[in-house]
């Protein structure tokens, strides 16, 4: 339970965190910068919007799809991955996750295990508990070897050293890799990286990735990467275990070409990955390459409670393009660090109350301004703002007749915040009271109150005007 | 979010409906003089009815849906004629519009008449542009303006290309292109008050983005974003402000100046 306390997120601690991300211009003007780059690749791939709200709604339809079929799709997949020689297993927490696969290391005499590109090995925190079992887990895609490398988490899903410059880099790379001098060179520094993992590419007796889309029918693992280090890890040890979450499933083959096609254009604004990895099992006897063994781990952790109400739900549809992130004037601005969760952005408020319960969360579906950038870019329309809204209410009240409590139902409820909002509605839906209040607000305009709340933080006090509408058009009506 | 760009758009109306709103009722009245200035110069009745208070928005993006409901409900039977609801506010009009049918999608008869309300809410600029059809005339000097389009006036009303045609019936006035410009001002009601170090970040930016424009003032449909940028640049010390759209339609065409 120790990992998990690590991802609690006091609504003071975002709040000071967030403060302290938003007065460093260093960061403001590097996040600024890269996802101004990122929302221009992928608008340069959109050229005909009546296009992408087809493709959007076709990929949104298959993931409802799946998703409404989902019981049986993992039956299947279960099914025809053990026809294909693939141990599947089911975690439906963190520590059953680490269990399943420090098992399987131990069972090889495991000492390094090399990883691709899996934010679900993140979500159950694999890192810390390999190294709790004595065993190295090494990142191979490049960001996550940088923040591994610099003993930190991802600040992006997709990119995850995106709050790093290459000078930064540098110096860890100088400081940390023996027989390395400094250099800002990002060819020679790709270099370093490359030289390291390569060796550890042919030594690693486990390597480990995540899962893109799992195709149900036939039994397949599509993994999306740029780098090759997701091909080395399935391809060079000779145990190749994948992890993902039991979203990921897809029925046909052919229900993964659009979702592929949004998720590289949307993510980085490719047409297509450099690598596109299809893994159907293990090497068959007389081929000449491949893992020897291989195991998939399908991981629950909260998702089962996302998938038992039916607008919820929706939360699964994600392909983890990150698109939300970019276009999220919040994230922009403070980062992914500041969220203190796997995901950050507005796809990590969503999902996260799922994973970790509402009473560690509940600040986070509050730190959007609700402006529907994200929900306006999601390639699989997930309706990001109104969940948004339904996990602010649900951390604030009790569950609703016929619904399950969530984890941390209610967690956020207060008497005080209760009574302010029904007495803003007692006065709201009576006229009378309402118009009495505007009459006295403006006649007592000068004794309005200095200091307003977060209001007055960035901005001067508000101030009712001399005489309201409802006087001004109430004059009218007489004269 | 929404659909825009393909609503039927009725004849022009005899008489229309105000629903004002709670913040240009406090804080912006004349912004909503001024709108009904513009319409009854287009030989339009309006019709105030002295019952309304707010949309319900403020507590439904707050996660208390009972309270909304109540609000909503109490807004819902205030314009009993089929007359248009003009609102002078694009994030207001896309509460009645679009979420005013999902708060009383459990209730068949409360639906009927959300639907029915949602059909005739028009944004005052919406209005203006496809329903008046005015034909402004610009008495203005030449003047170059920024535009500032609430998210949700974007998102669920179109609001940004309606005012943009607007607009451009006033040759005098240039509308300058501000950076990030569909980016939020950092408003979002209640997000101003529970995370002010993030809001007031987005505001800053929202305004130093405006004035880099070499405008002389910037233009809003929605009273809340206008108030957030106006009280931002106050607390810098900046002497640009911003407009609410309708004051500066009926000053820039009005004979006498807007004076009335």
Redesign the interface.
């Given at each position: 339970m120790n990992a998990q306390q690590l991802q609690f997120v006091p609504a003071s601690e975002f709040?000071q965190r967030?403060?302290v991300a938003?007065?460093d211009a260093h960061l403001?003007s590097s996040f600024r910068g890269a996802m101004d780059f990122l929302i221009g690749k992928r608008a340069a791939q959109f050229p005909d919007p009546v296009l992408l709200e087809r493709q959007r709604g076709l990929a949104e339809h298959i993931r409802k799809y799946s998703l409404a079929r989902l019981p049986e799709l993992l039956e299947q997949l279960e099914r025809k991955l053990t026809e294909n020689g693939v141990h599947v297993h089911w975690a439906e927490n963190p520590e059953q996750a680490n269990r399943i696969i420090i098992d399987i290391a131990r069972s090889h005499s495991t000492k390094l295990m090399v990883k691709g590109k899996s934010m679900v090995s993140e979500e159950v925190e694999l890192n810390h508990a390999m190294a709790d079992a004595g065993i190295e887990a090494l990142e191979s895609d490049m960001g996550e070897y940088i923040v591994q490398l610099d003993g930190e988490k991802p600040s992006h899903i997709i990119m995850p050293a995106i709050h790093k410059t290459k000078q930064e880099i540098a110096r860890l790379f100088a400081a940390k890799v023996p027989g390395v001098s400094y250099t800002e060179s990002v060819d020679e520094l790709i270099g370093i990286g490359r030289a390291v993992l390569r060796e550890k590419f042919m030594t690693a007796e486990v390597g480990l990735s995540g899962v893109n889309f799992a195709v149900a029918e036939t039994g397949t693992l599509c993994l999306v990467e740029n780098e090759g280090n997701g091909r080395m890890c399935t391809t060079v040890p000779d145990v190749h275990i994948a992890i993902t979450g039991i979203e990921k499933v897809v029925e046909k083959l052919e229900h993964v070409p659009p979702l592929l096609g949004l998720l590289t254009r949307s993510a980085t604004g490719q047409a297509i990955t450099t690598y596109f990895n299809m893994i159907s099992g293990p090497r068959k006897p007389g081929e000449k390459d491949g893992p020897r063994e291989m195991h998939l781990v399908l991981v629950d952790n909260g998702r089962s409670q996302a998938y038992a109400d039916e607008q919820l739900r929706s939360t699964l549809q994600c392909i983890r393009c990150g698109a939300c992130m970019n276009h999220c004037?919040?994230y922009t601005?403070?980062g992914g660090h500041a969220y203190g969760t796997t995901y950050p952005g507005p796809i990590g408020a969503i999902i996260s109350p799922h994973l970790l319960g509402l009473a560690a969360t509940h600040v986070l579906p509050?730190?959007?301004?609700?402006?529907?950038?994200c929900?306006?870019v999601c390639p699989v329309r997930i309706p990001i703002?109104d969940l948004l809204?339904?996990?602010?209410?649900?951390?604030?009240?009790d569950a609703r007749p016929g619904h399950a409590p969530l984890l941390g139902q209610g967690a956020a409820k207060s008497g005080l915040v209760d009574a302010v909002?029904?007495g803003?509605?007692a006065?709201?839906?009576r006229?009378a009271l309402?118009?009495a209040f505007?009459w006295l607000?403006?006649r007592f305009r000068a004794l309005t109150p200095p200091l307003q709340?977060?209001?007055?933080?960035?901005?001067?006090?508000?101030?009712?005007?001399k005489?309201?509408?409802?006087e001004?058009?109430?004059a009218r009506?007489v004269r | 979010?929404e659909e825009t760009g393909n609503r039927h758009y009725p004849e022009k109306p005899a008489r229309v409906y105000?629903f004002?709103t709670?913040l240009?009722?406090?804080?912006?009245?004349?912004a909503?003089?001024d709108a009904?200035r513009l319409l009854e110069r287009e030989g339009i009745e309006v019709h105030?009815p002295?019952?309304?208070?707010?949309c319900?928005q403020?507590?439904?993006?707050?996660?208390?849906?009972?309270?909304t409901r109540?609000?909503a409900?109490?807004q819902l039977r205030l314009f009993p004629q089929a007359w248009p609801v003009i609102v002078p506010s694009g994030s207001c009009a896309g509460m009645m519009r679009h979420h005013y049918p999902k708060i009383f999608a459990d209730d068949p008869q409360l639906l009927a008449e959300a639907k029915a309300l949602a059909e005739r809410v028009f944004e005052l600029s919406e209005f203006l542009l496809e329903v008046a059809r005015v034909r402004l005339t610009d008495q203005g000097a030449p003047a170059r303006v920024a535009l500032h389009t609430s998210?949700?006036a974007r998102?669920?009303m179109g609001t940004h290309l309606h005012v943009r045609t607007l607009l451009g019936q006033l040759p005098g006035v240039e509308v300058a292109m501000h950076s990030h410009e569909?980016?939020?001002c950092?408003?979002?009601?209640t997000?101003?008050?529970?995370?002010?170090?993030?809001?007031?970040?987005?505001?800053?930016d929202k305004v130093e983005a405006l004035q880099e424009t070499g405008a002389q003032t910037f233009l809003s449909a929605d009273c809340g974003c206008m108030?957030?940028l106006n009280?931002?640049l106050?607390?810098r010390g900046d002497g640009f402000q911003g407009q609410h759209l309708a004051s500066f339609l009926w000053q820039r065409t009005a004979t006498d100046g807007g004076q009335s």
């Open positions: 709040k967030a403060a938003v007065s403001r004037p919040v601005r403070i509050t730190a959007s301004s609700l402006c529907g950038a929900g306006e703002p809204v339904r996990l602010r209410g649900e951390a604030q009240h909002w029904s803003w509605a006065m709201y839906t006229p309402y118009r505007g607000a403006t709340s977060g209001w007055t933080v960035g901005r001067t006090p508000l101030k009712p005007a005489r309201t509408l409802h001004r058009m109430a009506r | 979010m105000l004002g709670c240009i009722d406090l804080f912006c009245p004349e909503g003089m009904v105030f002295a019952d309304q208070t707010c319900g403020p507590a439904h993006s707050s996660g208390f849906p009972e309270q109540a609000v409900l109490s998210c949700a998102r669920e569909s980016e939020c950092g408003f979002g009601g997000f101003s008050l529970k995370h002010p170090a993030i809001s007031s970040a987005m505001a800053s108030l957030n009280h931002t106050q607390k």
